[in-house]
């Protein structure tokens, strides 16, 4: 028998790979509906589901290896970066999906959270104020109107597999749905703006990119706490504090 790895693990889900099958358990039974329909839509490479019992989602692997991690330098190719752009641009060009996903929060609610987060930072004492106030003022630009598409909700660079130059595949679609498609292009070079322009050609057309480096600013404050509260570093070399660091 094959050995069972833990991908991932916290409160709210945990991944398990045996040999070339996931086993994704969720509590949430609507991330998982959402994963399952957002796969069969995507008209970009994504795994194939092989079964979903709730609350377990069994996936295959996909080919390939990651296009990158966050907080350590990618080794793939400019032109396996452009092909990510590609493959975003084709998400987005589809037709909507029924729901709306991480990325299509609104206005209002997002600059809520963002000064809830904030707050959050300063008063604990997790980063100092000056750099919270520079970042919320950065963030300001992501937050207008924006028309919807669809989007992957979570396009983390170790989200994208690729074989040389080749995108073989997206996993991890339970955020996908209607939202804003800067969100996409921001998470895919989330601590990797060395290759902003690369996708930026693959994806093939005028983009803001003060927005996209706005998004860095947005959703690396809002998610620091989340990451501490459920085990994870964002003070790692690279990570959301240093993102946050390198935009003042």
């Not at 990158?68 to 987005?92: D, F, K, M, V, Y």
């Not at 980063?127 to 669809?150: D, I, K, M, S, Y």
């Not at 690729?162 to 749905?177: K, L, M, P």
Request: hydrophobic share 50%; aromatic share 6%.
């Amino acid at each position: 028998m094959d050995e069972v790895e833990v991908v991932v693990a916290h409160s709210e889900r945990a991944t398990l790979r045996v040999g070339d099958v996931f086993l994704k358990v969720d509590a949430d039974q609507a991330r998982i509906d959402a994963e399952v329909e957002a796969i069969a839509l995507a008209p970009v490479p994504a795994p194939k589901v092989l079964w979903h019992k709730p609350p377990v989602l069994a996936i295959a692997a996909v080919p390939g290896t990651a296009l990158g991690r966050l907080g350590e330098p990618s080794t793939a190719s400019p032109a396996a970066w452009a092909a990510a752009g590609a493959a975003t641009r084709r998400l987005h060009d589809a037709p909507l999906p029924p729901r709306p996903g991480r990325a299509g929060r609104g206005i209002d609610e997002l600059a809520a959270d963002l000064d809830g987060e904030c707050e959050w930072l300063v008063t604990n004492g997790v980063l100092p104020a000056g750099l919270v106030t520079r970042n919320r003022q950065v963030a300001e630009a992501a937050l207008r109107p924006w028309a919807p598409v669809f989007t992957h909700g979570d396009l983390q660079v170790d989200h994208v597999f690729v074989e040389g130059d080749r995108i073989t595949g997206i996993i991890d679609w339970s955020e996908a749905g209607q939202g804003d498609a800067l969100f996409d292009l921001a998470i895919l070079t989330l601590g990797h703006k060395e290759h902003l322009g690369d996708v930026v050609a693959g994806y093939g057309a005028d983009v803001d990119l003060d927005v996209i480096r706005a998004w860095w600013s947005l959703r690396s404050l809002l998610a620091i706490r989340w990451l501490v509260e459920h085990g994870f570093d964002p003070f790692a070399p690279g990570c959301e504090v240093d993102v946050l660091r390198s935009r003042v």
